[in-house]
């Protein structure tokens, strides 16, 4: 039997490799249209390799979803880490992780229209979409670093909602709703504009749940 010279000469360049192409063709068109033979010719190796290494479709599938919450995971944790040790105020570490998430996505826009094909899809692929870890530990952090409420649907929940809908939409519709209401989101100027915006919407949302738990609080003594 014929060995693989991909497999032998570099097994981990080829992997990832293969990881690439199917995140690519994944976002493109979508898991149904996607056959591991595309993904291997995208890929730049034989047609048979994807499935030497990945076995199925729906592995390979996996194992892309699974290299793309572990980047966040990582982000998560190291955005954690550099709040912990900046002994800044919770505006000013809020304001570092809006920041930090919005260019995160920006670097990795397959990331969201793979969750988007997955949202917007009628049927799931075999393994579904299993990946809550990655929210959790946001949440986590969120919670302990700002001191909200970190009951489900609390506050600190609605707020991590919130900083993921706003730093996403530009990805999603950067060429049709933004249009629409002339504002542009074409380089890097645009892009730096809205992430400002963007944070300050947060802060002012952070300083209107505080006001409001406050406000709350002093009626309970009344």
Known sequence: ????????????????????????LFADQGYDATSLNQVGTVAGVSRGTPG??????????????DRSFAEVREAVREGRARALASNESSETILAGAVSDYFDFL???????????RESLSGSRPPH???????GQEALAAISAELGL????SGEA????????SLCWFHLIHGRTVAPAVGVRL?????LERRKRHVISLVL??????????SSTEHSGHD
């Open 1 to 24: 039997m014929a060995t693989n010279p991909e497999r032998v000469r570099n097994p981990d360049r080829s992997r990832a490799a293969i990881l690439d192409a199917a995140e690519q």
């Open 52 to 65: 030497y290494f990945f076995g199925s479709k729906a592995d390979l599938y996996q194992a892309v979803l």
């Open 106 to 116: 920006a670097a990795r826009p397959n990331f969201v229209r793979l969750i988007e």
């Open 128 to 134: 579904g979409f299993s990946h809550l870890s990655a």
């Open 149 to 152: 409420d970190d009951s489900p």
């Open 157 to 164: 929940a609605q707020l991590l909602l919130s900083i993921i």
């Open 186 to 190: 074409e380089d890097p100027d645009d």
């Open 204 to 213: 002012h949302g952070l300083r209107g749940a505080a006001l409001t738990t």
